[in-house]
């Protein structure tokens, strides 16, 4: 069998200086090629965002009955997500107060309470530990439960903070965001279809390229029938004359949708609070191209069951990006990506395609129909993410200019991750 041999980045000394490396980054420039390759900047990337910043890392539908258990890992440290007997969807770090074993395997589970396999403590859905045999009767229980994890649930995305002191502007994420949502009722969601994508790349080289469609036309057939990519922004001065009358025609149809989505209640203007937020988002309701219900091949629903009533019809795309996520809510289905990071160079891209609970595959909708779009447009970027990588790999990669015109909101990233990465001290 032929040896696959994977390229391996020179290694620069300079690669580990990460003051050095977060005070080279040019602003309108992509980031050094350590910031995306190094083992240095891979453990910081946890430490700082993925250990101190809201991620997402679910929705409501992930745990709908009490006794569900979602376990979910955050680089190293493992947490889950379980419903309580109350209904209460509480997070927990997945190890044991004993001698510290991981207790669930990642992925679901159904449980009437939580046993770590090693030695048997058993713990409460709220993290209270009430069996632990051979401790002696000084022992006390009570002091032993599970480390709760702080956990939001905005609209039934799951966010949480691995952190002690968590990020305070959650609240204005939540202020802008639950209205926003509300209207989706993602509570009464179910999971028609799940995936997950290991991308051979950085995490930051997936959010970066979520984050632009200048790759659209080039790269995503199935998608570009649904989606106007000029949405995020093109140089008008190169835009032929029927081009330029298109994107105008679009401008108009936004400033018309937008008043009238916001007349019936349907939040919809731009939102992007991304430079000098700690909690980043940008959300922002689109216009669906063609017949304009949802992201499939014919732009019509996939699914004929509503999510809601108030998004039954017309409702366009809220589209919602986060720090390690990004989001469409359609009228008639949902779905949500999530991004965690498994190397320096592998990520993980988990997508769940959300219907109402009520839909009956094969009746209400077509899998394949409701799938379609984002299972190529996901292989496509994939393709995209591991090239930028073997790139950012090579002795001969330069941080490149971002066009200020399609790639303004990975200006904005960058100068996130560079402000996030100063205000924990590196750089600075
Ligand atoms: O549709 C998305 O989620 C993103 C936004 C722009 C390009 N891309 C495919
Ligand atoms: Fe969990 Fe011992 S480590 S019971
Ligand atoms: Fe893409």
Redesign the pocket.
Known sequence: MQQVVRPRRAVDPADDDLGALIAARRPGYSLPAALYTGAAAFEADISVVFHHHWIVVGVEADVPEPGDVYAVDIGPTPIILVRDDEGQIRAFHNVCSHRGAKIVPSGRAIVGKLVCPYHQWTYELTGELTGATHMGLDFDKALHHLQPVALRNIGGLIYVCLSNDPPEDIAAFEAIMGPRLAPYDLANTKIAYETDLIEEGNWKLTME?????Y??AGN?PE?ALS?Y?TD?GFDPSELSDEEREQADWLSAQYAERTALWEACGLPSSTVNNVVGHPTQFRTQRLIIAGAGES?TLDTRAACRLPLSEEVATGSGDT?L?TVNG???FMGDHAVV?TVLPLGPDKSLLRTKWLVHKDAVEGEDYDLANLISVWVD?NRE?ADLVRIAHQGAMSAGYRPGPYSRFTERTLDEWSTWYVERMQAHGYGV
Not at 209 to 213: D, G, P, Q, T, Y
């Open positions: 390229n979520n984050r632009e469609c790759h659209c995503h998608l989606y990519s995020l992201q589209h990006w990004w989001n469409h990506f447009t970027d």
